[in-house]
């Protein structure tokens, strides 16, 4: 890999999304409106948003940036401009970590401000500190990144693209101890849930929420899910072909 190759890849993605306010507005706000619509959900029971607002910093960031990145990546593909890339000695893993990068500063920018919002603003509590909380965060943004310039290789469209969130994102915030605990589900269902990596994304917020300190359980589910980011990530490069002319 070049770092110079990958760091204009990286400006030259940033670049698109400045000139594309609708996006930018959507990736900044979208999981902080929705972390403020659960609050009012639960109004009367602050203890159940902390608890489920704080797996959701995981959730929401996940959510919206695979949304965003499978679009936009099927946007390039469709527009040829990744055939134009590849016809260069522009290396394909300078390409998919070039795009990684410009989206994970969006992915970045993103879970920060919900982080924000929702420490400052809607009044979340947690045992552990609102650092580790950003970090998970962080990480479970850049994953959703990752899965979606994966899975946009096997779209042609960019309504193929949106019906992957179904496939890809409902299983495992299903799966992930979310909506159940993880404890009580079935004990094949619990086997599916170990293979998706939302699940330790929300596992580790879920020990942020219960100690005051960072677990060695809590780290061993943020490597897992940088594991993940890291191996979608290389997919999606196996799937990208060069041109030679």
């Known amino acids: 890999m070049s770092i110079r190759l990958l760091l204009g890849t990286a400006l030259r993605v940033l670049t698109q999304v400045r000139h594309d306010r609708r996006t930018i507005a959507l990736i900044l706000t979208m999981p902080t409106l929705l972390l ?4 009012f959900v639960f109004d009367d029971r602050l203890d159940i948003f902390d608890q489920i607002g704080l797996m959701l910093l995981g959730v929401f960031p996940f959510t919206s940036m695979f949304l965003v990145t499978s679009v936009a990546m099927l946007r390039e593909r469709v527009s040829g401009t990744l055939e134009r890339l590849l016809s260069t000695p522009l290396h394909k893993l300078d390409l998919l970590f070039g795009y990684a990068l410009a989206f994970a500063i969006l992915a970045t920018a993103q879970a920060s401000v919900a982080t924000a919002v929702a420490y400052g603003l809607l009044g979340l509590r947690s045992q552990g500190a609102i650092g ?12 959703g990144s990752c899965t979606g310039l994966f899975t946009s290789a096997f779209a042609r469209t960019e309504f193929q ?11 495992q915030i299903l799966l992930c101890g979310l909506i159940w605990p993880r404890e009580q589900m079935a004990p094949f269902l619990r086997l599916v849930g170990n293979v998706l990596p939302l699940r330790y994304a929300v596992g580790a917020l879920s020990e942020v929420s219960t100690f005051p300190e960072p677990t060695t359980l809590m780290w061993r589910d943020l490597l897992i899910v940088i594991a993940f980011a890291v191996v979608t990530l290389v997919g999606g490069a196996a799937t990208l072909r060069r041109r030679t002319g």
């Not at 403020?36 to 609050?39: A, D, G, M, P, V």
């Not at 693209?161 to 299983?171: D, E, H, K």
């Open 36 to 39: 403020t619509l659960l609050r």
């Open 132 to 143: 580790t909380v950003l970090l998970i965060a962080i990480c479970s943004a850049i994953l």
């Open 161 to 171: 693209a949106l019906q992957f969130a179904p496939l890809v994102v409902f299983p």
